[in-house]
């Protein structure tokens, strides 16, 4: 009877040696990421929406590519770093699932991911710009709309499609200046920041003509009259400084127009 119970025991104690590391590789493969309390201001944000950063808090992305993408909004995280304020969980970084749709194409693994139209959406980032990860899953059949999948997070500036021609460089400028003005906010620091890059071309322009045509006639004055040869010089050094203080002049005058 005891040599029965050893047996029984001794199996036992091999099954689980069998099974266990199994059990544990399947938990270990499984992210576990940390999300942190952030403020929320926006009613509607559900779990997985991608936010942005306002200056009302953190609210649902509603434009494509926007550069003030945040995180992804998590409401049955795992681990919760809580900062001592009131909120709700934000993944920053790591693996989270994400709200996507198909508006811009069906998703493969692999492909980045950033902000839509749709409110807390993402979608197939087909351009340059900011992006909130990439997809580790594919997504998108023939009626698949919106779904979640799993987003490695890392929220930058992607080069998907460089401007390696001027039509290429032309049209991010364009989207970049379209996506702003989408802001009516934003619009009069888009106009101050052309005036006053108009204020240093025109300056810089001026005393580019100005000074090198001083220096072609003082060339040809001194050939004329050599003798003359201290005051001609005088005279560009002068031409010289009031260049330098128009200049100055126009760099501060562009920064003031900047920080109205």
Known sequence: MPNKRVFIILLLLLTAAVFQPKAV????????ETTTIYSVTDPDAQDGDILISTDEGLIRATTTYDERLFGVLNTQPVIVYRNGQEGQPVVRSGVAIVSVTTTNGPIKSGDYITSSTIPGKGQKGTESGYVIGVALEDFGGENAREGKINVAIKIEYADITGPRDPSRLFSLIGTTLLQNVQDPRKLGDIIRYIAAALVLLLSFTFAFLTFSRSIIKSIEAVGR??????????TVILNFLLLVLTAIIAVVSSLLIIKL
């Not at 009259?225 to 005088?234: D, G, M, R, S, V």
């Open 25 to 32: 590789q399947s938990q270990i493969t499984q992210p576990v």
């Open 225 to 234: 009259n050599p003798l003359a040869k201290n005051t001609i010089q005088f």
